[in-house]
């Protein structure tokens, strides 16, 4: 049943585990498989954010990963709403075209809707969430921890003729023309493993400590201008902030050195917004090959402790 494998992004390497762009969900015990008689499901799905409170369920608000697991109950014939362990949990108003979750229930209710689940939760979700696979999830898969990478896409109009009402709502209009030279400059200097405490909102006992592999900024024909990011993991804000930072270079506000002097010092800058969040889109979770899931999960958990 598993269908359409991802192909990886371009310039990046494997990086070192840490919590997802904005956390993730707990798993609920370390072992790398289900106990007898359950089976362990992956999910790959996407969902227009803009009417969603952000991924991580909460009572009495409509939440991604609250419909989905209604969908998944009624679908499975479930007792309750099953547990979902996702890739990146995603904050409100955010888009997906590659998350990643997987979720455990009775290898008995799997059996019996396996042949038609993907079709039958498709139907159950609203238009704004697309399952597009679902199926036994290899040996020791766990879409937090055995994950390599996670990439984001932001997209970016700074000029009044190109602005397309159709995508405002994937789309942030910058009211400065911006010079994507400028903010390419700027982020090179953040590439690599850094603390990046400067552009994360801090958590207790968390680390932000992150790898940072990819950022880039590229004018399309249109002129609209799209930032992509991939890091082994991101911290809470850490993709919007770096964001905001780079649009302050790109319009003439900050010199391109300054993202690193806020990088180096480690503590919030006050003239780092925080970008809006609907412009930003979670566009594909890396895997190590099966062989290597179980491993990975393993090393993330033992990095994640540590930190």
Do not use: K
């Amino acid at each position: 049943m598993r269908t359409r494998p991802r192909p990886a992004p371009s310039r990046t390497t494997s990086a070192s585990p840490l919590n997802g762009e904005t956390g993730g969900t707990p798993s609920a015990a370390p072992s790398s498989s289900p106990p007898g008689g359950l089976v362990r499901l992956r999910l790959d799905l996407a969902y227009d954010g803009s009417q969603f409170h952000g991924w991580a369920g909460q009572p009495g608000i409509r939440t991604v990963q609250g419909v989905l697991e209604d969908a998944l109950a009624a679908t499975l014939r479930l007792a309750g709403p099953p547990a979902l362990i996702v890739a990146g949990r995603t904050d409100a108003g955010v888009h997906a075209r590659g998350q990643v979750t997987h979720l455990v229930v009775p290898e008995q209710a799997w059996t019996a809707a396996a042949q038609v689940a993907l079709r039958r939760l498709n139907r159950a979700l609203p238009a704004d969430v697309r399952v597009h696979a679902i199926g036994v999830a290899p040996e020791g898969f766990d879409a937090r921890f055995s994950a390599l990478w996670r990439r984001y896409s932001y997209r970016v109009c700074d000029t009044e003729a190109n602005a397309d009402p159709v995508r405002r709502h994937e789309t942030l209009w910058h009211r400065w023309p911006l010079d994507t030279g400028l903010m390419n400059e700027a982020a090179s200097a953040c590439l690599g493993e850094h603390d990046f405490a400067a552009f994360c909102r801090r958590r207790p006992g968390a680390s932000t400590v992150r790898e940072l592999l990819r950022l880039d900024w590229l004018r399309d024909e249109a002129g609209v201008i799209t930032g992509m990011v991939v890091a082994d993991a991101f911290c809470h804000n850490m993709v919007r902030a770096l964001v905001g930072g780079l649009l302050a270079v790109g319009d003439g506000r900050r010199p391109p050195q300054w993202l690193a002097e806020v990088l180096a010092a480690r503590v919030r800058h006050p003239a780092v917004m925080v970008a809006p969040p609907h412009p930003l889109c979670l566009e594909q979770v890396g895997y190590p090959p099966d062989a290597g899931l179980s491993a990975r999960a393993a090393f993330t958990r033992q990095v994640r402790s540590a930190g």
